[in-house]
C-alpha cells in the first residue's frame, strides 16, 4: 500500500515587511509569560528590545536567554530550559537565526514532555503532550527553520549533530519580517542563501518528494536564483530581501515536507567536528554533491537547470542538468563561498576524521533520500574532493 503524502506547515504564518509587530498579539492569544531565545548580536541591533515592547503592550511578561553563541548545543537547551522553568514562562519565542529557532523548538518540546534532547532523536522517545507554544521570527534568509519539524542539536559529548524531527517540533505561529534580514552581512547573506537554495533543490530531489513539496521548492528556487545575488552586493534592497525571506520560507515548507539529502548529511559532521556555521558548510558542498548524483537524477536537473536559464528552450535534458550544476558553481564562485581548505579546516585534522565523518552522515538517513545513494567508500571521497573543490566558472568538472 502506498504510504499517504504529508505537508505540515506552523498553524500561523505571517509574512512581509512590518509582520514582527505581530508577536505582541499572538503571544497574547498563547501564553502570559514568554522566554526569549536569541543571542548577544540580535541583542546589540534592538530586535530583542523591540520584541519585549510588542509584548508588554499586549500584557504578555518575558524573559530573555541570549546564551545561543554558536550552532545550537545541548548545553544552551538545557541553560535555556532551566530559566524557562525557574521563571515560569509558558510560552517560547525565537528571534534569531536557525540556531535560536532550533534551540527554542527543543525547549518547547522538553519543557512539556521532559527528558532530554537527545532521548528524542530516531523516534526513541516521541512526544506524548502538546509543545509549549512557539513563536518563531526568523532574522536571516536560509534556514527556513520557522517552518520545519526538525531541529538540529549538538551532543557536546560526543561532538555529533542530533537531527530530530517530528511533528511537536513545527513552530506554533512564524513571523517571516524581510526587514530584520537587512542587518545581515554578505557573509551570511551568501551561506544562509546557498543554504535556503540547498534545500529547495534537495527537498525537489528527494526520493520522498511530492506534488505539495515540488510546488513550494521550485517557486523557492526562482525566487532565490533570482534575487540572492542582488541581495549579496546590495544588501538595503528591500525587494531583493523580501524574495529570499520568502523563498526562504518555501524551501523550509518544501524539505521539512520531503526531507533532505546527501549535502545535509554530510555537512552536519562536518559543523560538529569543526564548528563550521551550518548554512557554509551546505553551500560548501552543494555543487559537488550535485555532480555525484547527476547521473541519477538528470530529469529533475534538468527542471532546474531551466530555472536558471529559462530563456534557453532548445536544450536536451542532459544539456539542461550540466547548466544546473555549472549554474551552482557560478553562484558560489560570485558569492565567494569557500571550500573546506579555505575555511581554515587543518588537512590532517579533517583526513582524521573523514572515515567518522562518513559513518555518522549514513546514519543521519538522509543519504539515504539522495538520488544516488553513497557507500561509506564513496562518501569518504567525496569528502575528499569537497576539501579542495573549486566553484569555477569552467565547464569542466573539477
Not at 537554495?197 to 505539495?212: Q, R, T, W
Not at 558542498?285 to 538528470?298: D, G, I, K, T
Request: net charge negative; glycine share 8%; with cysteine.
Amino acid at each position: 500500500m502506498e504510504i499517504p503524502a504529508v505537508f505540515r506547515v506552523p498553524e500561523a504564518i505571517f509574512y512581509g515587511r512590518g509582520s514582527s509587530g505581530k508577536v505582541g498579539a499572538e503571544a497574547a492569544l498563547r501564553g502570559k509569560n514568554a522566554l526569549i531565545i536569541s543571542d548577544q548580536i540580535m541583542d546589540q541591533l534592538g530586535y530583542v528590545s523591540e520584541c519585549r515592547t510588542y509584548l508588554q503592550e499586549a500584557c504578555v511578561k518575558s524573559e530573555v536567554y541570549l546564551g545561543v553563541a554558536s550552532e545550537p548545543t545541548d548545553k544552551y537547551v538545557a541553560e535555556a530550559l532551566a530559566l524557562f522553568q525557574d521563571k515560569q514562562c509558558d510560552l517560547v519565542i525565537s528571534v534569531g537565526g536557525g540556531s535560536c529557532i532550533d534551540t527554542a523548538k527543543a525547549i518547547a518540546v522538553i519543557a512539556a514532555n521532559g527528558g532530554y534532547i537527545g532521548d528524542y532523536m530516531g523516534g526513541k522517545k516521541l512526544a506524548q503532550n502538546a509543545p509549549v507554544p512557539h513563536i518563531a521570527i526568523p532574522t536571516t534568509a536560509g534556514t527556513g527553520s520557522e517552518a520545519t519539524d526538525v531541529t538540529v542539536i549538538t551532543n557536546s559529548s560526543n561532538d555529533v549533530k542530533m537531527m530530530i524531527k517530528q511533528p511537536a517540533f513545527m513552530p506554533s505561529v512564524a513571523i517571516v519580517d524581510p526587514l530584520l534580514t537587512i542587518s545581515s552581512p554578505k557573509n551570511v547573506t551568501s551561506a544562509t542563501g546557498v543554504d535556503a537554495l540547498s534545500h529547495a533543490i534537495e527537498a525537489y530531489l528527494s526520493k520522498k518528494a511530492h506534488p505539495m513539496t515540488d510546488t513550494m521548492a521550485i517557486s523557492a528556487m526562482k525566487l532565490i536564483a533570482a534575487n540572492i545575488l542582488t541581495a549579496y552586493n546590495d544588501g538595503e534592497n528591500v525587494d531583493a530581501r523580501e524574495a529570499m525571506s520568502l523563498g526562504s520560507l518555501q524551501a523550509g515548507m518544501a524539505f521539512s515536507n520531503a526531507s533532505v539529502c546527501l549535502v545535509h548529511g554530510m555537512s552536519r559532521p562536518i559543523g560538529a567536528i569543526f564548528h563550521v556555521p551550518h548554512g557554509v558548510s551546505n553551500a560548501m558542498l552543494l555543487p559537488a554533491v550535485l555532480e555525484f548524483s547527476q547521473e541519477a537524477c538528470v530529469d529533475r536537473l534538468a527542471e532546474i537547470g531551466r530555472i536558471f536559464q529559462p530563456d534557453n528552450e532548445s536544450l536536451t535534458k542532459e544539456e539542461a542538468a550540466e547548466i544546473a550544476v555549472q549554474s551552482v558553481k557560478d553562484l558560489c564562485l560570485k558569492l565567494n563561498i569557500p571550500n573546506l581548505r579555505g575555511w581554515g579546516i587543518d588537512e590532517e585534522a579533517f583526513r582524521n576524521a573523514v572515515g567518522k565523518m562518513a559513518a555518522d552522515a549514513i546514519d543521519s538517513g538522509s543519504p539515504g533520500n539522495n538520488p544516488r545513494v553513497p557507500t561509506q567508500s564513496e562518501l569518504e571521497e567525496l569528502y575528499h574532493i569537497c576539501y579542495e573543490y573549486q566553484f569555477s566558472s569552467e565547464t569542466e568538472k573539477v
